[in-house]
């Protein structure tokens, strides 16, 4: 549940960021009558967003069992990829995203109604797709009925009150910081949902070594005990786990960290107004 909270946090808050420094624009410069265009451009993003996780949900339920576990993997992967891509492109850019949104609301506010929906729409809805795929396959891989939706869901909402406690200038945070470190508890995240993808993948077929254990602690670690539940749900933990995924969570989670941290944390972000 925790590593869902996190997802819906982090992603949510970049969402939020997105929004309130493009409406403390629009205030700020008193176009106060283009708020509701913004709010139409966000309100579709937001609808995509939850079409693509449901069809992910509901598209893939009648398929075969083989079919969904190859689906599953490579959508993994996928995910994977964008999450990984998003912390480390957030990270560098965290400094710089208020001048880099008012140079696209200038550009769309002279270009009139419809560039500034469709500013508004792409601003949030990358975010929105790439949440959707990821919490999809985190919320699979975690398979605890409904304590991942849960988290995510408490994750959005912590994220939009504390993006509306920024507009207010009620809060200062360190985004900087704040991005450095829940980017490296998602790249945790991010190993152990591609170590689960790998395991689809022998599942379906795709991949050979499914019987190939690396190590069994089950009677160490029961599964269905609070604690083994507690580990799958915030880390992906398996307990018995095979060669091939061990060898991928380890081939990606070194490294990946290794790089994203040495960067260092970089300078604090702006506030929106």
């Not at 990270?91 to 469709?118: P, S, Y």
């Not at 945790?188 to 190590?215: C, I, K, S, T």
Request: proline share 4%; charged share 15%; net charge neutral.
């Amino acid at each position: 549940m925790f590593s869902n909270y996190l997802i819906g946090l982090r992603e949510g808050l970049e969402a939020s960021l997105v929004v309130c420094i493009l409406v403390a624009y629009l205030v700020k410069t008193e176009n106060r009558d283009k708020l509701p265009p913004l709010w139409l451009g966000v309100g579709l993003a937001a609808a995509i967003s939850l079409a693509f996780g449901a069809a992910l949900e509901f598209g893939t339920s009648e398929l075969t069992f083989q079919a969904q576990e190859a689906i599953g993997g490579s959508l993994s992967i996928v995910a994977v990829g964008l999450v990984t891509w998003m912390v480390f492109w957030m990270k560098r850019t965290a400094r710089h995203l208020k001048a880099e949104l008012h140079g696209k609301l200038d550009a769309a506010l002279a270009m009139g109604t419809g560039a500034l929906v469709a500013t508004a729409f792409l601003a949030v809805g990358r975010e929105g797709l790439e949440t959707s795929l990821f919490v999809w396959r985190s919320v699979h891989a975690a398979g605890d009925g409904s304590a991942p939706l849960i988290g995510v869901l408490l994750g959005l909402g912590t994220s939009v009150l504390l993006g509306w406690l920024f507009y207010r200038g009620a809060l200062r945070i360190n985004l900087s910081r704040f991005f450095t470190w829940t980017g490296a508890m998602l790249v945790v995240v991010a190993a152990g949902v591609l170590a689960y993808g790998m395991h689809d993948l022998q599942e379906a077929e795709f991949l050979p070594g499914l019987a190939d254990r690396a190590f069994d602690i089950s009677g160490t670690i029961p599964p269905d005990s609070w604690y083994g539940t507690l580990l799958k749900g915030t880390f992906n933990f398996q307990p018995d786990p095979t060669w091939l995924q061990v060898g991928v969570w380890v081939l990606y989670l070194v490294p990946t960290l290794a790089l994203f941290l040495a960067q260092g944390p970089g300078r604090p972000a702006q506030a929106p107004g």
